[in-house]
């Protein structure tokens, strides 16, 4: 009986933690940490417009893409399950990880080109969106997991942005982001919703794919141009 008990307590914890480590929170999550300890990535903004942009990212990454997603349910006549929000059929992750990528794509033009983001911030929202359209790629014909990606691009983009431009707290923010990964994935692990080489492989490729495309951008910063 305890056994059954404790069993579920933790399937409960490991769905709140799927919920709360969701990938389309993951930017925000990024950029607040930047907020606090390396707001070098907003410069040459003032404090309280930085403030100001973490809360459009916020917005526009994850509150309109849920809201989004909340119609489509409805205008499909499908009931709001964790297994719907979380997506965890391969076959409903794909058309939903492309629009969200495409659309995340389109919004980091439009900041750049439109609102002037900081080149660093710029680049830092093309890995994401990257990584998401790479995650529906790879959905055509694998389920890979998109909180691994996420989160292992999370890791790099910080490991990084250090290394540059060293920063005493961001050795505290990978340690945390090394945790949260590891509790946040064994809970993908103990739902059923992923095999250990889902998440391992989605977790290399965020990795990879990060360091590539950060160490490119972040190396020539100062003579990179977008060529619109």
């Known amino acids: 009986m305890m056994e059954t008990i404790e069993k579920n307590s933790w399937n409960y914890i490991s769905l709140l933690l799927s919920y709360i480590i969701h990938p389309v929170f993951i930017p ?92 660093l911030l710029t680049s830092i929202m093309i890995i994401i969106s990257a990584a998401v359209l790479t995650s529906a790629i790879i959905s055509l014909f694998w389920k890979i997991s998109a909180h691994a990606i996420s989160l292992g691009a999370g890791l790099m983009i910080f490991i990084l942005t250090n290394t540059i431009m060293p920063n005493e707290y961001f050795f505290y923010t990978i340690i945390g982001t090394l945790f949260i990964s590891g509790i946040t994935l064994s809970s993908r692990l103990n739902l059923n919703a992923h095999t250990p080489g889902q998440i391992y492989g989605g977790y290399l490729v965020g990795v990879v794919l990060s360091g590539i495309g950060l160490s490119y951008l972040l190396s020539n910063l100062f003579t990179f141009t977008f060529n619109f």
Not at 37 to 55: D, K, R
Not at 66 to 76: D, K, P, Q, R, Y
Not at 84 to 94: F, G, P, Q, T
């Open 28 to 119: 925000t999550y990024i950029f607040i940490v930047f907020l606090c300890f390396g707001n070098i990535v907003f410069e040459p903004y003032p404090l309280p417009a930085q403030t100001y942009v973490v809360a459009l990212i916020c917005i526009t990454t994850a509150i309109i893409p849920l809201i989004l997603l909340a119609v489509n349910m409805f205008l499909l006549r499908k009931k709001i399950t964790h297994k719907a929000l979380l997506m965890e059929s391969r076959k409903d992750r794909v058309i939903p990880f492309f629009y969200i990528g495409i659309y995340y794509s389109i919004l980091t033009y439009m900041f750049f080109h439109y609102l002037n983001f900081p080149l």
